[in-house]
């Protein structure tokens, strides 16, 4: 399957699904203190960049974001795709379409959070792993056994 990604905005229906489906999926593992899902009105926010992943009918099938905290630090938030597209390589398209624009702004980190339960090995873990984030301890912050943090320098 042919698989389309663009800079969209996250102020439209097809996108709150999207949100709404990943959190869904995300609820139960992991506990609710260390939930911080971004909304679409976040997504929507000027530090925050969002690609969305059509289908071959045009129908969106995916979402990933680049949220910059500020002149070097981004992050890597809400990757999704919908059963549908997973294996197809949208997963890998967005988040290199991440990575590029993290480049083009000059960022020299970017950071992924992802949960560190068995859930949570495919995709966001491996994938992570796979793009040669390394692994991102945090003093400043608690994290729970639940989280894990990578980087790419």
Same mark, same amino acid.
Do not use: C
């Given at each position: =399957? ?6 969209? *905005?996250?102020? &439209?229906?097809?996108? %709150?699904?999207?949100?709404? *489906?990943?959190? #869904?999926?995300? $609820?139960?593992? *992991?506990?609710?203190?260390? &939930?911080? &899902?971004?909304?679409?009105?976040? =997504? ?9 992943? %059509? ?16 002149? +070097?630090?981004?992050?890597? $938030? !809400? =990757? ?5 597209? %997973? #294996? *197809?390589?949208?997963?890998? $398209? ?7 624009? +993290? ?18 090995? &495919? ?5 992570? +792993? ?5 692994? +991102?301890?945090?003093?400043?912050? %608690? ?7 990578? $980087? !790419?320098?």
């Amino acid at each position: =399957m042919a698989v389309t990604i663009a800079v969209e *905005s996250a102020l &439209q229906d097809e996108v %709150r699904i999207l949100v709404a *489906s990943l959190n #869904g999926y995300l $609820k139960p593992l *992991s506990p609710p203190e260390f &939930q911080f &899902q971004l909304t679409a009105e976040q =997504m929507a926010d000027e530090d925050t960049t969002v690609f969305v992943v %059509r289908d071959d009918t045009g129908e969106a099938a995916g979402i990933g974001a680049l949220k910059v905290h500020d002149a +070097a630090l981004g992050e890597v $938030k !809400r =990757m999704f795709t919908t059963p549908a597209v %997973r #294996g *197809s390589g949208a997963g890998w $398209k967005i988040l290199r379409a991440i990575e590029t624009r +993290a480049h083009d702004l000059g960022l020299a980190r970017l950071v992924f959070e992802t949960g560190s339960t068995t859930d949570f090995e &495919q995709p966001g873990r491996s994938r992570s +792993a796979r793009a040669s984030h390394a692994a +991102a301890p945090s003093s400043t912050i %608690r994290i729970p056994p639940t989280i894990a943090f990578t $980087k !790419r320098p």
